[in-house]
């Protein structure tokens, strides 16, 4: 397969797996007037972020005013017309509307201050319009899914006098769902979009400008030259390139294809099923969202719903998304050992202190973001600094130079960027407003926990289900607001810490992201490898055990995330969490030294869950049932190879 022709499947598989990349493909005139808003876009937010955000339903207003004139006028009315490359004047007009609706909140703020929630006629229309455009930005850009969601919830905030039971309320009028979703911070205006409009711009105007440096190849390189030449090399390749990007990159679908294009042709040379090649790159690039320290959009609203520092959240993840990769690493290692699978020859690869000496400086920025949240800065602040500091390593080398344009460039990329995550935190201040106004989320919670008996595991396995059902269509960041609203206060009613109870609905949702039969990330792996997205799909939660497995187990024992644990108990917890996933992943493939059978894969498996869970005793015992599954499998290889010699 040509360059060429790798780069066009991959840009077809993104846009039909990626609803936020069927953008239209302007020229001319209408390319300079979509380039000028997204410019300004960025401008403004790198503004606000230097020198002070505006008032909070002001910065908001503006944030999502920017947002809707730019979807309207990149996401048409309907997909058949991307291919035109030309503007429908309807989209025009939703566009000046989608400007304008958010405008007015700017232009009649004192007004709207001094009528303290009195809602006018106007304000009635304005308002009523304002929730239309977000309803049908939100289907242009996200998806039909995510609007079926927002407007169930729109639904029952007028049906509340005809629902059954504990779901019954008085029901709401037009206007004061209106005046309670478009001019309050409650609503469209809330905590979603105040992270959207703050943290959330700036990290992906961030990830943006990594992207133009090189940083990508960079990554993809330095992870041939550490694994490419070990047993299955590309496919580990795979897992610490998609890793690493998953580090600036919080798209799992865009991760996919971005380093799959590559690694998945190099996976399938070597001799993995296509199946198990689209797998791979799908478990690794899905648990992007999960690597700190920028991980997906959600993790910033957790810190405002938790109400932590964004770096409590970072150091919470550390562990969980090491077994996470450590998992899917070992299955492909284990795969390769089982087929006999060898890396690529070293004098094929580059060489890391080659790689580092030329390209090495591309990565200060992570390193300097890494520092400064460590160090208290704020996310917007250490953000800020990260952008300074990518454009300025940028000029360490001639090689990796940014062009002036390139810059510019970089401000329209970061804008665009942000339009999916903006218009879902839009949507899910629309789920937050009904919610509260409602207060259908307690009697949520507390019907969940009477279907499950006040007992803590059911009502996690319903958490899970709610969370990887609405992950089939949802995003990331509105799956986490819904269950965020919903299920994890049903978890803290059982005495769940919240950073804990919000990790699990966090991990759910972005698990959803392979786990069958809706499995974007796995859909894209399959488009570029050629194979089955279900049995990709199959594979990817196969190898993505640990993802299924640990959110139970910080929950019971929230050591994992690093919340009232010495020291001691995290490294001992750590290891023998890392000795269990080497039990899990030699279970789901059937290797360890040797091949296993149906009876020693259950073994392995019951190992590996004793030593994940912490404590002394469940530890000694799965680490006595592998040690002696490992010592029995060596041993008799040994002799086969004895006989055969």
């Given at each position: ?38 410019i300004t876009f960025s401008v403004f ?33 309907r997909k058949k017309w991307l291919k ?97 979703l478009y001019f309050t911070t409650e ?459």
């Open positions: 397969m040509s360059e060429k022709s790798t780069e066009q499947l991959a840009d077809e598989v993104l846009k039909k797996y990626d609803n936020e990349s069927n953008t239209i493909n302007y020229k001319g005139f209408m390319a300079k007037v979509v380039s000028a808003i997204a937010q790198l503004y606000t972020g230097a020198f002070g955000v505006l008032d909070a339903q002001l910065q908001r207003a503006v944030h999502l005013g920017f947002g809707m004139a730019l979807i309207f006028l990149l996401y048409p009315t035109s490359g030309k503007i429908h004047p309807l989209d025009i007009l939703l566009a000046i509307l989608g400007a304008a609706s958010p405008a007015y909140i700017v232009l009649e703020y004192q007004q709207l201050v001094l009528r303290s929630g009195t809602v006018t006629t106007t304000d009635f229309i304005v308002g009523g319009i304002g929730i239309l455009l977000i309803l049908e930005a939100t289907r242009r850009a996200v998806g039909k899914p995510m609007l079926c969601v927002v407007l169930a919830f729109l639904a029952y905030a007028f049906a509340g006098p005809y629902m059954p039971g504990v779901l019954a309320h008085r029901g709401l009028t037009p206007e004061q769902l209106v005046g309670h609503g469209v205006f809330g905590i979603p979009l105040g992270v959207s409009s703050t943290f959330i711009f700036l990290f992906i105007l961030f990830g943006a400008y990594l992207e133009a440096t090189g940083l990508g190849k960079f990554f993809i390189d330095l992870a041939n030259a550490i694994a490419g030449w070990s047993s299955g090399g590309p496919a580990k390749v795979a897992v610490i390139s998609s890793a690493l990007m998953g580090t600036v990159s919080g798209s799992s679908v865009a991760n996919v294809v971005g380093t799959g294009s590559f690694t998945i042709p190099m996976m399938k040379k070597l001799g993995y099923h296509k199946n198990f090649a689209g797998a791979v790159e799908a478990a690794s690039s899905t648990g992007g969202q999960l690597m700190p320290p920028v991980m997906g959009a959600a993790a910033f609203l957790m810190a405002e719903f938790v109400g932590v520092p964004y770096i409590d959240i970072v150091k919470a993840a550390v562990i969980p998304a090491l077994l996470y990769f450590t998992g899917i690493c070992l299955g492909v290692h284990f795969e390769a050992k089982r087929n006999n699978l060898k890396g690529v020859p070293r004098s094929q690869l580059p060489k890391i202190w080659t790689i580092l000496k030329e390209r090495g400086h591309l990565a200060l920025p992570l390193i300097a973001i890494v520092y400064l949240l460590v160090a208290g800065y704020s996310p917007m602040r250490a953000a800020l600094v990260a952008i300074i500091m990518s454009i300025a390593a940028s000029f360490v080398r001639k090689a990796t130079r940014m062009k002036p344009i390139q810059i510019i460039q970089g401000l329209e990329k970061g804008a665009k960027g942000v339009l999916g995550v903006l218009i879902a935190c839009a949507a899910a201040g629309i789920i937050i407003g009904v919610v509260t106004k409602t207060g259908v989320g307690l009697k949520l919670a507390s019907a969940l926990i009477d279907l499950s008996g006040g007992m803590l595991f059911p009502t996690m396995f319903f958490t899970m289900i709610t969370a990887l059902i609405l992950g089939m269509g949802v995003p990331t960041t509105a799956n986490y607001v819904i269950t965020a609203t919903i299920a994890a206060p049903a978890l803290v009613k059982l005495g769940v810490p919240v950073l804990a109870a919000h990790m699990f609905v966090f991990y759910f949702g972005i698990i959803a992201d392979i786990t069958p039969p809706v499995a974007l990330a796995a859909y894209a792996g399959a488009g570029i490898s050629g194979g089955n997205p279900l049995m990709t799909g199959v594979n990817a939660s196969k190898l993505a055990i640990a993802a299924f497995i640990i959110p139970y187990i910080f929950v019971v024992s929230p050591v994992l995330l690093m919340i009232q644990a010495t020291p001691v108990e995290m490294v001992m917890a750590t290891v023998t969490a890392v000795l269990g996933m080497i039990g899990l992943s030699s279970s789901m493939i059937g290797y360890l030294a040797d091949h296993c059978n149906v009876p020693v894969r259950v073994l392995l498996f019951v190992a590996g869950l004793l030593m994940i869970v912490p404590g002394s005793i469940t530890d000694g015992i799965g680490i006595v049932i592998f040690g002696s599954i490992l010592f029995w499998q060596m041993r008799m290889k040994k002799k086969k190879a004895a006989i055969a010699g």
